[in-house]
Nanobody, 118 residues
Framework: QVQLVESGGGLVQTGGSLKLSCAAS????????MGWYRQAPGKQRRLVAT???????NYPDSVKGRFTISRDNADNTVALQMNSLQPEDTAVYYC????????????WGQGTQVTVSS
């Protein structure tokens, strides 16, 4: 089992910045991909950014150039630096960790609220 604990959400004005952090504990040796997803009210949970243990990064177009994901494999942490925040970035942000392999499990944090005021 892997436990994920997020921190760093909050309220920010349009154009502002926030940094989210996520710490993994438990059976972390099998984690391959860590990342962030977000879910706005009434909408599906969507990808924000992922990073593999080897450093391969993936962003959707909606956050490219504004958000930066980073990972510390030694500390089992992943961070998301969010700049130029817009009201449409308002959502609950969830940390995710996926294990290696076809049968690898996926774990979620409890979520942290990010609210961007206009």
């Amino acid at each position: 089992q892997v436990q994920l604990v997020e921190s760093g959400g909050g309220l920010v004005q349009t154009g502002g910045s926030l940094k989210l952090s996520c710490a993994a504990s438990g059976s972390t040796s099998n984690i391959y991909v860590m990342g962030w997803y977000r879910q706005a009210p009434g909408k599906q949970r969507r990808l924000v950014a992922t990073i593999t243990s080897g450093g391969t990064i993936n962003y959707p177009d909606s956050v490219k150039g504004r958000f930066t994901i980073s990972r510390d494999n030694a500390d089992n942490t992943v961070a998301l630096q969010m700049n130029s925040l817009q009201p449409e970035d308002t959502a609950v942000y969830y940390c995710n960790a996926k294990e290696w392999g076809i049968l690898g499990r996926s774990y979620w944090g409890q979520g942290t609220q990010v609210t961007v005021s206009s």
